[in-house]
């Protein structure tokens, strides 16, 4: 068993499966989730319970929290009990969650205030790759934190890169996640385009993944638009959300602009819990 004791916080889609995946690697792990129900199937296999956040980080040597946006994950923080309510001398936190290089930087502060260790170290992938410790993982803050947590990125994902202080690791995820807008959107409108000509839709999407077009995300979304079914493996709102974080980060380039109106019109018309394929649903019914 690795001798780090582990926290984590945040049991959604994501956190899930990265927490089975901690506790099959030989982490003695503890978890706090405000639906105590999530916690229920991580408990059977080994995890441990804590009442609070303060509870928590008091028993871990690393605290993980993988949340939805930067009002939750600075609550965690910040709140009664929170994350930082005493000094932990010696302890690092570490932020999975895709929030604001402002916010990340802010909590970095906060932490060492207290003395308290900070990564932020959003990751770059849904839940299969999750799933398969297959994750891209983004790090920001000290070399000496990123060395620390090695061993649980090594668990969790194929690939962990320093890309420097922190913040920077939330940039570089909302770089990537408005790659990933560009991507989905240009497939849904070429696959409409397609179809709307008279080519099949099957037949267009084996012309995109067969030639130098194709890319994970072609291949990965295919299936749901030929079954025109779309289980959220990463939601159409947080794309939005994440979309709206870079643009006030200051992303203005030609096509931020159109693409975060197309994914909130989508989010608008009842996509945003669907996956973020659903965006061809929404450009369907033009």
């Known amino acids: 068993m690795n001798k780090l004791k582990l926290g984590w916080i945040g049991l959604g889609n994501m956190g899930n499966p990265m927490v089975k995946n901690l506790l099959n690697a030989g982490f003695e792990l503890s978890v706090y989730n405000r639906t105590k129900e999530k916690e229920t199937e991580l408990l059977a ?28 994950v ?20 570490i932020n999975m969650s895709t929030v604001s290089p402002e916010t990340s930087r802010y909590l970095a502060t906060i932490s ?37 947590a090695k061993p649980i990125f090594d668990v969790l994902g194929k690939i962990a890169i320093h890309v420097g202080e922190a913040g920077v690791a939330s940039s570089a995820k909302l770089a990537i996640n408005y790659l990933l807008g560009l991507n989905l959107q240009g497939l849904a409108e070429t696959v409409l385009f397609a179809e709307k000509n008279g080519v ?13 077009c194709g890319n994970g995300v072609t291949k990965i979304k ?6 025109n079914d779309y289980p959220a493996a990463f939601a159409l709102k947080h794309l939005v959300k994440d979309l709206r974080l870079a643009q006030e980060a200051g992303l203005d380039s030609p096509l931020i602009h159109p693409l975060f109106d197309s994914f909130s019109k989508a989010q608008e018309e009842g996509f945003g819990d669907e996956d973020v394929m659903a965006i061809i649903s929404s450009l369907r019914v033009k």
């Not at 308290?116 to 990751?123: R, S």
């Not at 295919?222 to 079954?227: C, E, G, Q």
Request: proline share 5%.
């Open 45 to 72: 296999l080994g995890a441990h319970t804590s009442n609070n956040p303060q509870e928590l980080i008091e028993n871990s040597d690393i605290v993980l929290t993988m949340l939805s946006n930067d009002a939750a």
């Open 74 to 93: 600075k609550e965690i923080f910040e709140g009664n009990l929170g994350l930082l309510s005493y000094q932990y001398p010696g302890k690092l936190i």
């Open 112 to 148: 060492n205030n207290q003395h308290i260790g900070f990564l932020d170290a959003p990751v770059s992938g849904s839940v299969k790759p999750a799933q398969d410790g297959a994750l891209v993982i983004l790090v920001g803050g000290s070399v000496e934190n990123y060395e620390k």
């Open 200 to 212: 099949r839709t099957q037949d267009m999407l084996t012309i995109i993944n067969e030639g130098a």
């Open 222 to 227: 295919a299936p749901s638009i030929l079954n």
